[in-house]
């Protein structure tokens, strides 16, 4: 028998997810028939898949010890180094730098944003992997390798949820200025297509197509030099490469983005996330605009 007692960071969750989160090795299928059989316990009484848990209740399996395996958690850090723009209790807001990916793509140690954000809290005394059962302190929004600037990050389950559901609501507005081939001849614009993730590069359409989704942007010239401009974007959607492929879409791909069309010798990508607007959330905050200075 294994018995685990809810954390703060566990509760509002409902148990099958916490379950899932925790135990690898437990399928869904012996989860849901040791809940049916009272081999899974809440509080030592019957439950369901889908209670909700709160803080210092008590989880009691009786199965089999090969599908309790906690997960593992990595505690030995890369890097903790951090370009740190804001810290409360709750969120961190960093600047990530060009050539560091914002999570692992794989399963072995990776120097990435998210590590490096755990260890940075890790060495703060703020997080202990080997204390944690299903949360541990992540990012909100991601940005791509090439792509520098601000970057949200929850140090708690709250935190992860408010903000998360105000991107999700569009009450956190995301601003980059990227430098792109060419000049515009609209000074102000809007981009509304279609987008399609295809491997490792997105797809643009005109009009709707099975699969493809919306893909919404607004921009405005900032500066032009003698043969590309400087522009600022705000995202009112997310997709993956969206910048790229928009501005690629109507003729005026990123300088050095060979990926999307750009036919120069310039090799080095300009895309900064660098503002950050939040409206009303439910998280005390001294102000509501972070900006980064080129």
């Known amino acids: 028998m294994k018995q685990i007692e809810i954390l703060q960071d566990d509760a509002n969750q409902r148990l099958d997810k916490f379950l899932l989160k925790m135990f690898p090795d437990l399928s869904r299928s012996l989860m849901y028939k040791a809940i049916r059989n009272k081999k899974i316990k809440v509080n030592r009484k019957r439950c369901t898949y889908d209670q909700v848990l709160n803080k210092?209740?008590?989880?009691?399996?009786?199965?089999?010890?090969?599908?309790?395996?906690?997960?593992?958690?990595?505690?030995?850090?890369?890097?903790?180094?951090?370009?740190?723009?804001?810290?409360?209790?709750?969120?961190?807001?960093?600047?990530?730098?060009?050539g560091l990916l914002s999570q692992s793509d794989t399963s072995q140690t990776q120097d990435t944003l998210v590590s490096r954000i755990q260890g940075y809290l890790y060495e703060k005394n703020e997080y202990d992997p080997n204390n944690a059962h299903s949360f541990a302190p992540g990012i909100c929004n991601r940005l791509d390798r090439n792509t520098r600037g601000l970057v949200i990050a929850a140090k708690n389950a709250n935190a992860s949820r408010i903000i998360n559901e105000a991107i999700a609501q569009r009450r956190i507005h995301k601003y980059y200025k990227a430098y792109v081939s060419g000049h515009l001849e609209d000074k102000n614009f809007v981009i509304k297509k279609y987008m399609y993730k295809n491997k490792t590069k997105a797809l643009v359409s005109d009009y709707p197509k099975d699969g493809y989704k919306i893909a919404y942007m607004e921009g405005n010239v900032l500066m032009q030099d003698k043969m590309n401009t400087w522009v600022e974007i705000e995202l009112h959607t997310g997709r993956f490469h969206q910048i790229r492929a928009l501005m690629s879409s109507i003729s005026h791909p990123l300088v050095g983005d060979k990926k999307y069309g750009y036919k120069g010798k310039n090799m080095n990508i300009q895309l900064i996330a660098y503002k950050l607007r939040f409206d009303q959330l439910d998280l005390s905050l001294p102000i509501h605009e972070f900006v980064i200075k080129d």
Do not use: A, T
């Open 56 to 98: 210092g209740d008590i989880v009691l399996l009786f199965l089999p010890p090969q599908f309790l395996n906690e997960k593992q958690r990595e505690s030995n850090f890369i890097s903790n180094q951090l370009d740190v723009i804001y810290e409360d209790e709750n969120i961190l807001i960093v600047n990530k730098p060009v």
